[in-house]
Nanobody, 126 residues
Framework: QVQLVESGGGLVQAGGSLRLSCAAS????????MGWFRQAPGKEREFVTA????????DYADSVKGRFTISRDNAKNTVYLQMNSLKPEDTAVYYC???????????????????WGQGTQVTVSS
């Protein structure tokens, strides 16, 4: 069992930055692939970025490449999402997700994830 708690959301102007954190409970964090997803009003939840156990593999949605960076600290059971050059279209509820994997791989499919946080709101004003 993995429990996830996101923090760090808020209101920021376009061009600004935010760092989201996702704290995980449980001793299995170091064997969990982690991901960030987001859901804007009236839209489906979509993939943002993901990271493997070791942090050695990452993947990003095209819409955030070059602006967002995912990282993890297994000693702190925490995964981070650094968001730079934010745009109004980044406005959404951001969710952290985890899935236990047998290999050090990234997972980008929403349906692959077993554990989800409650979400944190990110609002980017123009």
């Amino acid at each position: 069992q993995v429990q996830l708690v996101e923090s760090g959301g808020g209101l920021v102007q376009a061009g600004g930055s935010l760092r989201l954190s996702c704290a995980a409970s449980g001793r299995t964090f170091s064997r969990a692939a982690m991901g960030w997803f987001r859901q804007a009003p009236g839209k489906e939840r979509e993939f943002v970025t993901a990271i493997s156990w070791s942090g050695g593999s990452t993947d990003y949605a095209d819409s955030v490449k070059g602006r967002f960076t995912i990282s993890r600290d297994n000693a702190k059971n925490t995964v981070y999402l650094q968001m730079n050059s934010l745009k109004p279209e980044d406005t959404a509820v951001y969710y952290c997700a985890a899935v236990l994997t047998s290999r050090d791989i990234v997972r980008i499919q929403l349906y692959a994830y077993d554990y989800w946080g409650q979400g944190t709101q990110v609002t980017v004003s123009s």
